[in-house]
Nanobody, 119 residues
């Protein structure tokens, strides 16, 4: 079982930066693939960035070159560094942890943190 708690959201002007943090409780954080998703009003939840347990990263085209997803296994934390923010980045951002164990998919979500980018 993993519990995820996001922090770091808020209101920022276009062009600004924010860093989201996602702290995980429980054991074996390092073996989880971690991701950040976002959901804007009226839209489906979409993947923003992901980092595997082997530190392979994947980014949505809309954030490539602007966002990064480092992880610190010693702190059981994954971050989302967001630079050059745009109004269209406004959404609730969710942290996600996933692992496959003996063929079963274990997926956990945080409660979400609001990011609002003003123009």
């Amino acid at each position: 079982q993993v519990q995820l708690v996001e922090s770091g959201g808020g209101l920022v002007q276009a062009g600004g930066s924010l860093r989201l943090s996602c702290g995980a409780s429980g054991s074996s954080f390092s073996i989880y693939d971690m991701g950040w998703y976002r959901q804007a009003p009226g839209n489906e939840r979409e993947l923003v960035a992901a980092i595997s347990s082997r530190r392979n990263t994947n980014y949505a085209d809309s954030v490539k070159g602007r966002f990064t997803i480092p992880r610190d296994n010693a702190k059981n934390t994954v971050y989302l560094q967001m630079n050059s923010l745009r109004p269209e980045d406004t959404a609730v951002y969710y942290c996600n942890a996933r692992r496959v164990f003996f063929g079963k998919d274990y997926v956990y979500w945080g409660q979400g943190t609001q990011v609002t980018v003003s123009s």
